[in-house]
């Protein structure tokens, strides 16, 4: 009994790895992979190493300069949306147009609370001007370039609502 077991066990061995090469199906051509594993490999390392500096910039000033070049200070239209449960959202920039259109519906975007994108601002003390303006307002620095792309957006000031686009009729 016990020289059949020692028979077939290296036998089943030799077998199952006989299975286990690799088979080539279809040899078409083409680059070798050689360099795309080299680069990865080379990234996890990068990965795992403590960086060699930290960036000397952090919070609010991190997210600047914020450029949005699809959208600029100009006339908007008025149009109707339909983009159930957007709520409020108000796009500005730093410029004079922006900070006019803000302080004078700021109650109005207060009421709706609206939260505002500002889409073209360089520097942090643009931004905390911005909010010193209309304290009771959220604006955060942020890029436009998908809303304006979705929307077929040029300008703001504007204010989108769930059921319409306005810079006039801002209203609770």
């Not at 070049?69 to 957007?86: F, Q």
């Amino acid at each position: 009994m016990k020289l059949t077991y020692s028979i077939a066990l290296p036998l089943m061995l030799l077998s199952l790895s006989g299975q286990a090469e690799l088979r080539v199906i279809a040899d078409l051509g083409g680059e070798s992979t050689e360099a795309y594993f080299e680069s990865i490999n080379k990234q996890e390392e990068t990965a795992l190493s403590p960086p060699l500096s930290t960036p000397s910039v952090s919070g609010l000033a991190a997210m600047l300069p914020v450029r949005t070049p699809e959208l600029s200070p100009g006339a908007v239209a008025d149009r109707p949306l339909n983009l159930p449960g957007i709520g409020a959202l108000f796009l500005v920039g730093d410029d004079a147009l922006s900070r006019a259109w803000l302080i004078q519906h700021a109650a109005t975007l207060r009421e709706r609370r609206a939260v505002g994108m500002i889409v073209n601002v360089e520097r942090i003390e643009a931004v905390q001007a911005l909010r010193d303006a209309v304290p009771q307002l959220l604006l955060v620095p942020a890029s436009g370039s998908e809303l304006a792309q979705r929307l077929q957006l040029q300008h703001y000031p504007v204010l989108i609502s769930d059921s319409l686009l306005t810079q006039q009729k801002v209203q609770p």
